[in-house]
Each structure stands twice: as structure tokens, then as C-alpha cells.
T-cell receptor
Framework: NAGVMQNPRHLVRRRGQEARLRCSPMKGHSHVYWYRQLPEEGLKFMVYLQKENIIDESGMPKERFSAEFPKEGPSILRIQQVVRGDSAAYFC?????????????FGSGTRLTVV | SQQGEEDPQALSIQEGENATMNCSYKTSINNLQWYRQNSGRGLVHLILIRSNEREKHSGRLRVTLDTSKKSSSLLITASRAADTASYFCATDADSWGKLQFGAGTQVVVTP
């Protein structure tokens, strides 16, 4: 079991470009969660998706950010027209069921740097 | 403000010593989890304690939960240099398990 796979590990974008972050959940996991970590801070919830559905996006900025988890393929977090404040580590976690009592499995993250 | 807040922010100890860090939270929870993060890496789940549990052990880790005080502690016994990392508590208070993280405790264990 390869665990939660995120790519790329590092991504550098100029201001105004688009960033696409990918997350492949663990095999058999249909629930995906995205979190963002700013330097020296804890993780902040962004969005929770189940296959083809957004369940909770209360942590997503209203503009420029979107997420999807299609029937086939990885979950994608898309940031349009990136700004310097988007620089952060973005983590994806997955679980087999909701309210997984064994904790979530996190990927290694994508570190986005906006220059 | 954050649901979980760790104390202290940073901790420096020598190998063999015990490390204790605390987490306080504000609202009722379903469970509380502790994670470790090595520098530049992802989070590793350490232990989950449910709201009806008071203490839990896993290897050299001991977690306590006091729901009346809305606080938890993580004890690492006989620390090793490899325990050097940031430790985060996360509370699960939502209907579906949304985690709210504290800012973490940075632990440095020197040989």
C-alpha cells in the first residue's frame, strides 16, 4: 500500500499563474481532506470531498480556490492567479470511512512557493 | 482562534528524559488526536483518544484526556534523538470528523 501520494512535492509559481496540486488517496479510501499549513503554524482545514462530491468546503477561500475528486483519478486542488500569500504547504489526507477512529493518513504534502 | 492550543511552544531535552506537552481546547469533542511532523515532512498519526477515555498508551507514548478541563497531555518517555519533531494535537468536534489543529510544540532531543 503506497499510502497517500501527493505531487508535486515542491511547486514554484509566479504571481498570477495557476497551481494544480494532486492527491491520490490510499487504496480503498473514498474520503479526501485538504489542509493548508502556513510557516510555523498548525494545519487549517480547507475542504472535504468524497468521490465526485464536495461535502464540506467551509475552509476554502471563496475566490481562486477549487477542489475536485473525480470518479477516476486523483483529487485536485486548484489555485488560480496565485498570490504570495498562497505560499504554504498543502496536505491531503484520506480515510476509508467518515469519522475514522484510527486517525487520518496524511500525504507528504506539496510545498507551494509563489515568487 | 484555534480549537487546540499546545503548550509549551518549544521544548528542549536530553536523550533519556521524558517530554510532556499539553493541549487545551474550547468546545466539546468526539476525540482528540496527536500527530508528529518531522521538519519538511507530512504528519504521522500517533494516537487517538476518544472523549469517553481518560488515558491511552502506545509504546513510549502516554496520552491523557480531561474533558472537564478540556485538556490533554502527551508524554514521551525515555526520549531519543529521533523523537525530535513538532507535535500537534487535533480535535475532532464536527459531525464528520473535521480536525482542528493547534500550532504545535517543537521538541528537540539532544544526544
Amino acid at each position: 500500500n503506497a499510502g497517500v501520494m501527493q505531487n508535486p512535492r515542491h511547486l514554484v509559481r509566479r504571481r498570477g499563474q495557476e497551481a494544480r496540486l494532486r492527491c491520490s488517496p490510499m487504496k480503498g479510501h473514498s474520503h479526501v481532506y485538504w489542509y493548508r499549513q502556513l510557516p510555523e503554524e498548525g494545519l487549517k482545514f480547507m475542504v472535504y470531498l468524497q468521490k465526485e462530491n464536495i461535502i464540506d468546503e467551509s475552509g476554502m477561500p471563496k475566490e481562486r480556490f477549487s477542489a475536485e475528486f473525480p470518479k477516476e483519478g486523483p483529487s485536485i486542488l486548484r489555485i488560480q492567479q496565485v498570490v504570495r500569500g498562497d505560499s504554504a504547504a498543502y496536505f491531503c489526507a484520506s480515510s476509508e470511512t467518515v469519522l475514522d477512529n484510527y486517525g487520518y493518513t496524511f500525504g507528504s504534502g506539496t510545498r507551494l512557493t509563489v515568487v | 482562534s484555534q480549537q487546540g492550543e499546545e503548550d509549551p511552544q518549544a521544548l528542549s531535552i536530553q536523550e533519556g528524559e521524558n517530554a510532556t506537552m499539553n493541549c487545551s481546547y474550547k468546545t466539546s469533542i468526539n476525540n482528540l488526536q496527536w500527530y508528529r511532523q518531522n521538519s519538511g515532512r507530512g504528519l504521522v498519526h500517533l494516537i487517538l483518544i476518544r472523549s469517553n477515555e481518560r488515558e491511552k498508551h502506545s509504546g513510549r507514548l502516554r496520552v491523557t484526556l480531561d474533558t472537564s478541563k478540556k485538556s490533554s497531555s502527551l508524554l514521551i518517555t525515555a526520549s531519543r534523538a529521533a523523537d525530535t519533531a513538532s507535535y500537534f494535537c487535533a480535535t475532532d468536534a464536527d459531525s464528520w470528523g473535521k480536525l482542528q489543529f493547534g500550532a504545535g510544540t517543537q521538541v528537540v532531543v539532544t544526544p
